[in-house]
């Protein structure tokens, strides 16, 4: 039973490590956007103007959906390898 509360520690130490490192790499991005719902595009199609271009929506989405993706893969990197140097986050230094 000890074991499975280690792992189940262990994970959640990994994935607040996780959290913190992701939420450092989003407070340096300058211009990173928000994805736009499109409800008026999607909703009342008749009043459809270019302002609310669905494909342009989209697209912008896909971009938007590809930085926090390439985010998170950063995030899992730079965990990987503190977890591979045992970096110690309680006191800053290397153990």
Known sequence: MDQKNNASEDSSIRRNRLHEILIALIKQQKDLELMEGGDQVFNNPL????????????????????????????????????????????????S
Not at 72 to 87: G, H, K, M, P, T
């Open 47 to 94: 009043n459809y103007s270019e302002k609310f271009d669905s494909s342009k929506i989209i697209e912008k989405n896909q971009r938007i959906i590809k930085k926090y993706q390439s985010l998170v893969r950063s995030a899992i990197a730079l965990d990987a390898l503190l977890e591979s140097e045992q970096y110690d986050f309680s006191d800053g230094k290397f």
